[in-house]
T-cell receptor, first 114, second 114 residues
Framework: DSGVTQTPKHLITATGQRVTLRCSPRSGDLSVYWYQQSLDQGLQFLIQYYNGEERAKGNILERFSAQQFPDLHSELNLSSLELGDSALYFC?????????????FGPGTRLTVL | GEDVEQSLFLSVREGDSSVINCTYTDSSSTYLYWYKQEPGAGLQLLTYIFSNMDMKQDQRLTVLLNKKDKHLSLRIADSQTGDSAIYFCAESIRRGSTLGRLYFGRGTQLTVWP
């Protein structure tokens, strides 16, 4: 158990809908990362937050947004969902969010868009 | 770009050594990681190595780094059926705006036959 929790474990929804994925980092970690794992794209970095502020952005679509709250949990919002958004979404956390930091991953949320 | 390449499949017999290879492109200071993903599970950190090291050993795991060739390998001694999983090589690069994000390979599916 990495200490990173994600809810829900599974999510099934329809095209055009909006969902929210939640992540709680390890105790004491200030930085949260979101990654998407799909069959065609592999593991792709989406976005990073550090202590409530956006720190780095990757291949995140404009339909997706995220935030980190004062209690350091983070939410990833996916809207106007398309079939191609079906994927496993991982959250990872680190202490400082620097390149020297080891990332510990949560169990993931499997999103299925029908 | 930051490309991390891995072979997709590896099969070995129980008791043999498994060697999973990875190549990366960025020559900046980096940390290189190996993660394990079992079916339906998240990413479990196995080990990591900094780019100024040549080798790291941790019980059955040995990581070898050839900086000249930008080649990383993970050797699992005395492979067990429980080692069957997907193994991901990942790189964290020191670069201002991207800080701690990870660049992943596509993963190597290791199958250990009894």
């Amino acid at each position: 158990d990495s200490g990173v929790t994600q809810t829900p474990k599974h999510l099934i929804t329809a095209t055009g809908q909006r969902v929210t994925l939640r992540c709680s980092p390890r105790s004491g970690d200030l930085s949260v990362y979101w990654y998407q794992q799909s069959l065609d794209q592999g593991l792709q970095f989406l976005i990073q937050y550090y202590n409530g502020e956006e720190r780095a952005k990757g291949n995140i679509l404009e339909r997706f947004s995220a935030q980190q709250f004062p209690d350091l949990h983070s939410e990833l919002n996916l809207s106007s969902l398309e079939l191609g958004d079906s994927a496993l979404y991982f959250c990872a956390s680190t202490t400082d969010g620097l390149f020297t930091d080891t990332q510990y991953f949560g169990p993931g949320t499997r999103l299925t868009v029908l | 770009g930051e490309d991390v390449e891995q072979s997709l499949f590896l099969s070995v017999r129980e008791g043999d050594s498994s060697v999973i290879n990875c190549t990366y492109t960025d020559s900046s200071s980096t940390y290189l990681y190996w993660y394990k993903q079992e079916p339906g599970a998240g990413l479990q950190l196995l080990t990591y190595i900094f780019s100024n090291m040549d080798m790291k050993q941790d019980q059955r795991l040995t990581v070898l780094l050839n900086k000249k060739d930008k080649h990383l390998s993970l050797r699992i001694a005395d492979s067990q059926t429980g080692d069957s999983a997907i193994y991901f090589c990942a790189e964290s690069i020191r670069r201002g705006s991207t800080l701690g994000r990870l660049y992943f390979g596509r993963g190597t599916q290791l199958t250990v036959w009894p």
